[in-house]
T-cell receptor, first 114, second 110 residues
Framework: EAEVAQSPRYKITEKSQAVAFWCDPI?????LYWYRQILGQGPELLVQ????????DSQLPKDRFSAERLKGVDSTLKIQPAELGDSAMYLC????????????FGQGTRLTVV | EDKVVQSPLSLVVHEGDTVTLNCSYE??????LLWYKQEKKAPTFLFML????IEKKSGRLSSILDKKELFSILNITATQTGDSAVYLC??????????FGKGTHLIIQP
């Protein structure tokens, strides 16, 4: 069964260091989302791609976060420099086309900033 | 700004009970409402609802949408301990992004 792949599964980093997460969506899925989930909260959208274009990055803290999907397939989310408050689960999801199709999530990357 | 409110935030019931989880939403240009189950990992997809009054069903789980009153419910009958999880509701609006509620933490006691 096709899955959204994410790596790494866990990451511990010191504050002020750079960290990067990778996501490979289900084959053929044009829409890709990055979400951040703090313990006890629902996921919050950071950035949404349609193919290689950013559709929505209004909630992405652009002073330290960046995201790219250069060839419209896999994607990288980067944080530089990491802060203690960035500790969270980072989830990637994809859907065939955003409208009227379900979105499937990867296993996530659990980030701990120390 | 889109808003999704789930209730209750937490619920403890006994195995075999029936539960109803609620989700109300405010969204610009509503397109669909989705339900997910989250155990100690990523959310797994349950249902997507686009039309009012049409029940979606999968085993002991069912869900329905009321677009006039802007809410959805998720029902679980004959609950089992394996149903213990956080249930998330999300709406999809004009920008096609998903806005999630805080979730309902459901605990099923044996």
């Amino acid at each position: 069964e096709a899955e959204v792949a994410q790596s790494p599964r866990y990451k511990i980093t010191e504050k002020s260091q750079a960290v990067a997460f990778w996501c490979d969506p289900i084959s053929g899925h044009a829409t890709l989302y990055w979400y951040r989930q703090i313990l006890g909260q629902g996921p919050e959208l950071l950035v949404q791609f349609q193919d290689e274009s950013v559709v929505d990055d209004s909630q992405l803290p652009k002073d330290r976060f960046s995201a790219e999907r250069l060839k419209g397939v896999d994607s990288t989310l980067k944080i530089q420099p990491a802060e203690l408050g960035d500790s969270a689960m980072y989830l990637c999801a994809s859907s065939y086309r955003a409208r009227d199709t379900e979105a499937f999530f990867g296993q996530g990357t659990r980030l701990t900033v120390v | 700004e889109d808003k999704v409110v789930q209730s209750p935030l937490s619920l403890v019931v006994h195995e075999g009970d029936t539960v109803t989880l609620n989700c109300s939403y405010e969204v610009t240009n509503f397109r669909s409402l989705l339900w997910y189950k989250q155990e100690k990992k990523a959310p797994t997809f349950l249902f997507m609802l686009t039309s009012s009054g049409i029940e979606k069903k999968s085993g002991r789980l069912s869900s329905i949408l009321d677009k006039k009153e802007l809410f959805s419910i998720l029902n679980i009958t004959a609950t089992q301990t394996g149903d213990s999880a956080v249930y998330l509701c999300a709406d999809r609006g004009g920008a096609d992004g998903l806005t999630f509620g805080k979730g309902t933490h459901l605990i099923i006691q044996p």
